[in-house]
């Protein structure tokens, strides 16, 4: 089971003795914490604890993540007034990982447990080829529209936030992600003039529209942009966006790294600047999704700057912190890193 402490009120202690004071003196609200030292803030909370006066105590608050428990653990805890409870729904959210709790009466018996693990596991391959299924029916109908040349309209669910609004375009291809087996349709959608993809688990209620007189352009349009593609996203602006690494290569010793760069790159233009330094430049859709194999040249990388600031900051910060975990100690103890 993971836990972790999300957000809580500042100065709790304080914020309950303040309920409590409204409740037994005629202080007004903007005096209320006037005089609420230390001393008094413990004896305001030992008087709720003596008569029994709980209600104050609720203007404090804590909010846990919690990860790894099972659903007879949240059956049990959701009956009690202690909180409110915002539960991940497996109408939204299709189970990638079928993890699941052993009772420890068929922990202890080995019989027991073959057969309960047995079990668990069946219901996880059922539970995917039920959901295989549904999204087939659907991929029936984009694969039909696809063979046409035909636009289609559909109903759309947001896996992210649950909502449900209309949507169409011009299904061309469909993606697999390798990371998490997920199947995407990407459409051409007129209104904006760009590529999107749209999780087919996400897709309902599909219409075919009518025959696009140009398909097989578009078509060509998309294969001329798939080296520009690093995932599944064409990012939400539709814009590329540029991005630039300085990665220092041992020229002798390296070769296999610059290597990696030209086979790799997807098109990115590579310079020698000087010895052993190399710049590595290109234009992308959603340059957050490459970060995962910028990551794979973590201690080659002098710099990096890009469009989008929120993708150089996020891997700028994961690396102060593998310094400070795997560096920092070894600075201050004067020890050879």
């Known amino acids: ?15 309950i003795a303040a309920a409590a004071k409204l409740c037994y003196s005629d202080a007004h609200i903007d005096t209320l914490l006037e005089g609420l030292t230390p001393e008094k803030t413990a004896a305001f909370l030992q008087k709720l604890s003596d008569v ?30 202690i909180g409110s409870f915002s539960v991940q729904s497996q109408r939204y959210v299709r189970l990638e990982d079928f993890r699941y ?17 047995a079990s668990m596991n069946d219901d996880a391959k059922k539970y995917l080829e039920l959901v295989h299924t549904l999204e087939d029916g659907v991929l029936s109908d984009v694969l039909a529209a696809m063979k046409q040349g035909r636009a289609i309209a559909f109903t759309n669910r947001s896996g992210r936030t649950g909502n449900v609004f209309q949507s169409r375009g011009l299904p061309l291809k469909i993606f697999v992600s390798t990371r998490t087996g997920r199947r995407y349709v990407c459409l051409y959608q007129e209104n904006t003039r760009r590529f999107t993809n749209m999780r087919l688990d996400s897709m309902s209620d599909v219409t075919p529209l009518e025959i696009h007189s140009d398909y097989s352009r578009k078509q060509d349009l998309l294969k001329r942009n798939l080296d520009r593609l690093w995932g599944v996203s064409f990012s939400g602006s539709g814009r590329l966006e540029e991005i630039c690494i300085k990665f220092y290569v041992n020229e002798s010793t390296e070769a296999y790294v610059l290597d990696r760069l030209y086979r790799e790159g997807r098109g990115g233009e590579i310079q020698r600047i000087r010895e052993n330094e190399y710049l590595y430049s290109g234009a992308f859709f959603d340059t957050n999704e490459m970060l995962s194999w910028v990551k794979t040249f973590t201690g080659r990388i002098l ?33 050879e890193i």
């Not at 089971?1 to 914020?15: G, K, Q, W």
């Not at 929120?310 to 910060?317: D, G, N, P």
Request: net charge negative; glycine share 6%; with cysteine.
């Open 303 to 335: 710099d990096i700057q890009g469009s989008n600031h929120f993708a150089v900051a996020k891997i700028t910060y994961d690396w102060e912190k593998m310094y400070e975990m795997y560096c920092r100690n070894g600075e201050e103890s004067g020890e």
């Open 101 to 117: 709790v052993i009772p420890p009466e068929i922990e202890a018996i080995p019989e027991a447990k073959a057969q309960f693990i």
């Open 1 to 15: 089971m993971l836990v972790e402490l999300i957000a809580h009120t500042n100065d709790p202690e304080r914020t």
């Open 52 to 81: 029994g006066h709980a209600s104050p105590i609720e203007h404090a608050s804590f909010t846990f993540g919690i990860e790894g428990v099972s659903r007879t653990f949240l059956a049990q805890v959701t009956r009690h007034r």
